[in-house]
């Protein structure tokens, strides 16, 4: 066996706390040839409503990575082995400018998804899914949404602006990304503006599953929810680090607390197996509000590996 | 609908980052014509045996509060078109003199007492709760406590005072303060001085749930002996922040291990539905040891929204 | 004497760390009537280029005030006797949006401007002096400013934006609203995108004053310099925390090392004694990346402090 | 009755944040004559694959521990009155150099061994058990493991070097310190390097029960296999302080995303009543990784205060 | 040359980082025979006007000492070959009661006084000195006070107390515990009450340096000044860490700005050779506000080293 | 001009906050051709005394470098017009074993000082500019040493082992690698093991400037000093982030307090101009004690960028 062309640094000859940050230490490339998956960062924060800081999510990740080791032990896959992963470095932004930088990012992401590489995005607030899905659905048409959050994201604007970090999945739907009818929105909790923020969730197509709901599945119950849904369509898995408890994942932006601990996450995530996974993102990782042991980091990055985990799972290098 | 008199800043046209720190953004006001609920501060910590510093819990929680909106999806009850809810300041206190604070606790409950208003209180260490107890007792006698604490504080006395944070509760059966035997204390654990501690607790007559018993009985099993012991007394609920784990709730004075979640904690709480609530505080928040990201603070500001939640449940505005 | 007709929160009476925390916990009034001076938080970040979070910055400065008592010792005034001083809360604003926010902070400070009530703001990062200069020259025509800062922020544009915080005194200069050659702008320092970056500020007509020029300078040397320049003309002052060395004010967005000490900085403010002070802000304050002293905040409130204390100075209530 | 010779200063007479910081406030001895159990630390941590730091593991373990209080109500046992406990203070260790510092700690142990007292080592990273085992095998021969870890640290070497704290219970067998098929390794998570990783622990004769399995058995099934494996025999338990999960542990140096509760360690621990205790250690926890309320180190203290506990059921003092 | 029979860890054995925390790792010792100078705790900070957690300065304080080795270039004195130092532990404290206290400290103090062993404390807040003052009185009559300090302490009351950490030395000239008039406060800065509270501090006598003069006097000028008012007379020195700025020492209870470097802060002791100091204290150091580089306590053991060479220069063992 | 052939992401293209964290954003690249200037990591920190940490020192002097600009408006030099710099990646190091790393950085520099490209390295601890000094001096023959620090790192051994962080100059000596009779300490400061500390570094050769005097002397007398015993021979400048106070640079391995500013140190290395530069290195940078705001590996990143803008101005590109 030949292997990838394209492998982290190895923990035997380089140790682990040593190196230029890339996510798991794989080689920062922006050549595609060769290539299964692409770790990206989209370090944009303007459009946040409560803490802003998320731009340096990105690189808070990608140190927390360092400890993430190839094999997963669960899954019984070798990631790096399955996978040829890189580091294609942070899309270009324009903080401030929401609409610009969401051209900025489709851009980016034009080659990715032109060469059939798995992108898989840092975020970043989570307005950022849009522009991903936007590069996304020129290949893969209307796509099936798991989403893993506290919030919906489906209000409708913010301070007269239709892009923000909250309506993210309402514009998507109503640009054609997505499959409403097929997605599920899960984990949704804490208080809100008034009885339609959910509602209004649902009208637009998505199955919402509270988070009291989506314990009582468990991850056996929610992919069973989730294969009925989605069945072989492509699937854009978005997690919202906020998914997690504060006590888990304090540096976010608006944390909401009775919130998942990182085990049952990861759970909910493993039981996906054999999903069609065309793309993913892990957004509003928020480092200044992180703890001196960067535990949010660590959790994000640790969701990002399930993710290519599950990809590895259907690759046949 | 009219709806009420006080509202809190509307998140739609000021965001939820900017104003003054109050209470959920409420008015500050000491008029109390035309209020239902005052929220107000203790800022009291010198009856503190471990970590001071709970004199800046009030402005933690409030800084907090501000993530709340008003619309609780799970008792399905908007609690500011509920209840008219304003932010009374802090009570005037004494640092280092506890019984003269005792008395100014009193005195500034007595206008919320006699207006018939829903006090709730952020302290401060739990020495305060004796205070708001005499003032209410004045109003509606002997109440029935429910007391979520990882401590009984039913010791008798610290370093030649009988009035500190551990002693609260003996103080207040001694004073005819609480109906014992219909009073509930759940959560207990740690370590003790000895196998008394908790048999005091019972010998006042309040029926104690160490922390694993209350794990097991779980929402319902909770609120099925609250029910049986309370029935439609009056109650009044007192939520030590170190009910939760350490992991949720770092910044309290006296923390200890092996507590419970946020989620769970909200699920005691909203299994609460029907009691009679006359009165309830938060306390023990020092936010000198929460961590960056304010996950104390935001869990208190949590039990808070959820106490004032139960209440409008019964109202009828 | 009589007294003005606001006053804050007596610490004789209500400890300093009791109460809404309002600045130096004066009264949060929205009428002007016998009001001297306003201060208001303009809690606005989108026009950040590195460290975003100082939307937090009214929140935080307020916190630290607290600690303010109302005599100058130095000045030999008394603030709060010699001027009657509210908190004006904070602007509305539109996160994500700098021209519609720039629109609400001129609607925000007109009723001041109209009063003839001197405006202290509370940033928010730099770009929000740009409004406040707008705001004010409708009454005192181009105005002269002085500017303590490590950044002159007089680039041209940011990914595509004219707005944002580096550009706020080219904007000025364009717009009219200074009297650029009568303005000082001193404490510049750190590493440049080039030799143009202090050449274009001197050409908009500014003075520049680079940090080590204006170590020489001392207190003494400054205020001369300043005097010859404005004269009894009406000036402006703003003040960026990073001015101020990183060990004195860690909480910045854009830190520079080589600054000044709070020491320093106070020493330059208090050698302005008679300047026509007719407004001033102190900006850029980022309570995420303060220390757990809130050091960074408590400079920020004393810069204030020392602002309302030159303003004193001149009144006669 | 008289009670133990040795106890910790009484919180009724000295509060529990005065006083030098010993563990528990146990007398800091080096006379072992009427000395039940010893706890003692072993500030090494050259032997640290990732974030350094456990040489300052003892120095907070020992300062959260003085929140213990005596009587451990779930188990119904007093620990300080059953059993005479001491603080022994910290071994000799050479920083930078493992093999120098694994005689040192030998040597130091050497008299508690001769003696029969009880050693609980407080690390430092996971190597100095190594050390620990070599010790008590001059006692009690081959012993059996119980290691609750997130890690099996069954490497070979690390960087040319044998001895790291990634391959203490390979060396240990290899060097005949333990009953390997006696021996329960269990919390085991995390991604490997590898599918051998697990093989070699079991290859090495242990049984190794990676979390998921752990966390379906419960305390009850997980006490039913330890005793089966274990019987009478003597136990060295080994507790790595992550097998917490990070948010209940975020001080430590090779955190691992998914992990227990305090809850769920101290129900594990207390199930292992009736065990014969020889020995055991809390490891691997690194202060300057953990949050402002120090949870860690308070996690690491009530966990050696559940170890003593255990000791405490069988003692007859 | 025997040396004095009291010598702490040598580093070349011990590490820095090992052992248990005493002062300087001298021996914890309560026998006083052969003693020449005793560093002991006063846990306590009931008496605080704003941020509490001074309880916990000695413990931070022994941490930090650690790092002092035993000679001091600049005074050329081998401290601890030149002076018998030991750790006398934490005199009780009742946290809560100030009178109590005092009584508690004195009686813990009267051994060192009879004993004429040199007393050096570490609070704890500046409340404690009072008995400290009373302690040495009755030994040698009324002292000079040396107070280093940002607030004279010599406000009237509280809240209706006559005992706190602002009126000590008020309190302790009207009791005759000081030679006033030969005594120098240095240090004085920040907003005031009124300009009376200066006033008030010169009207008892004592000479108040405002900090703005004492860097004009520099350490020799200082010298002299000291030198003119204290000559042979017994002197007490009282150094509050909030002499030292915020970015030194943010971890204290009232931080003022513009304050003193550590460089200023032992220039002005190690100009003080020669003074008969009989007493000293070092106080306010609240760490759960210090950086996570613990630099207040290490100021604050650094203080305290100065202090032991002044005392150390003028001993002939 | 076409200029160098390496230069860093430009700012007004990427924001500074994007982009993976090399030294300035400059190309990370392992050939040498082109390459003025190499800029790498050597993440060890074994041979450290108290505080481990250092071995993430490079992460975070890269992650705070993004923060610098390419132009030195003090020295009138474009950094990155006039040399072509590149980050080299970190040297392979074996965490444990200092002479096995020794050798690995020997390796790793070969092609550096072979191709004759400036090498400048961010540590880990002080004991790794052995290890630089080695492989400078094949080509360059014994070197000058210009060392700012707070210890002259001239102690013999620790506990049993020669080479660690704090006898590296001793064996600097020893080997022959200095010319230590044109080599200048300053800056030397805090307590010491004995009058024999500074006196043995002056034996070995060397001149010893303590802090004191290094204050008097100020940058031009420093930089007479210096140019009187350099002359034009080659230097290597090792800085030692101890060198600053620990207010200005709190995330350090063994911090002194009384220690120079930011704006000092600066001032004595710009006045460094015209040294013939051969080689450079800034250590023991420890970022888990560093603050929030980083200011520690801020410092070390401006302290990196005026070593390039000395090496700079001697090129002519």
Redesign the interface.
Known sequence: MIGPPYRPLD????????????FMRSP?VSELAGVDAAVF?I?F?????????A??G??AI??ASV????????L?V?VVESLSVV?Y??????????E?TYSQVEEAMAPLVDAGVFPLALGGDHSITLAELRALVRRHGPICLLQLDSHADTWDE????KY?HGSTFKRAVEEGLLDAGSSVQAGI???????G??RDAEELGFTVV???EL?QLGGEGYAGLVTEKVGERPVFLSFDIDFL????A???G??E???F???E??AFLRALQGINLVGADVVEVSP?????????A??AA?VA?ELLALKALGSVR
């Not at 200044?288 to 949010?296: K, L, R, V």
């Open positions: 923990a035997q000859v380089i140790p682990r706390f040593a190196g230029i940050r890339t920062y960062g370090p924060d303007t459009a946040t409503s409560f803490r802003t800081g731009r340096f990105p690189e990608r140190s400890l993430l080791r190839p094999y997963h032990p669960v019984a070798n580091d470095g942070d899309s270009p932004v324009s903080p401030g400018a929401i610009r913010y301070f007269g602006q923000f909790r804490g208080s809100n503006y008034g009885a923020d959910i509270p988070s009291e314990r408890d504060p006590a888990f304090p540096g976010t608006t944390p607390v009775a919130g601990s990182t085990a996450a990861l200044a509000y992180d703890g001196p042991g960067q535990q949010t660590l959790a640790n590996f």
